[in-house]
């Protein structure tokens, strides 16, 4: 019996290697915003680049350097419901693959589509397209890949967004004996929310 059942997903797997993407702020910008002319701080700094970075897309699943990214399905949905993907901004995407006798099987990209939006997306079939009915019974048979995030480089970021993370940057940054790159409850009250709010 299967006891598999369509459940929109709720996680991804970044696929990227973080360690070679761009920043979401360059450097140079965050000395010029904190007015340190000095090079003896660039590797601290840089770190807390990463951090606000990670703690940014964390809190509303918002990308803001492009990643890619994998999610699983155990089974299509109907027709008429899309396939919500649980990161934002979407830029792509890459397939959708399932698994049929064992060998991993692409789902045409003629058969669907995906609405642009800042929030989350859906991809949706077109008219007169249907999902594969038959596919193998296991866990994760479906596997769809994406990309996301506002843009390869810092300049594809809105100013909004790059200028609360400077400012939560300069919070830490003078407040490092208080508050380190480890302990991001701190400036919880009033930057998380004005970081958020417009974007979650």
Known sequence: MNN??????????????????ALA???????????????????????????VTLRFEKITNKDLITKTYKTFLDLFPISSIPITIPRS????????QYYLNNVLTTFDSSNYYFDESNNLSNIYLYENKYFPESIDY???????????????TTSSIPFDIKQM??????YLYKNRGDSSCDNMNIPLGYFITQITNPFS
């Open 4 to 21: 598999f059942y369509f459940q929109q997903p709720i996680s991804s797997i970044l696929v990227s290697d973080f360690s070679q993407l």
């Open 25 to 51: 702020l360059s450097l140079s910008d965050v000395k010029t915003h904190l007015r340190v002319d000095f090079n003896e701080d660039d590797v601290y700094l840089t770190n807390l680049i990463k951090t």
């Open 89 to 96: 901004k979407v830029q792509s995407i890459i397939s959708i």
């Open 138 to 152: 296991r866990k994760n048979c479906i596997t769809i890949n994406y990309t996301s995030g506002f843009g390869s």
């Open 165 to 170: 993370l400077m400012e939560y940057i300069a």
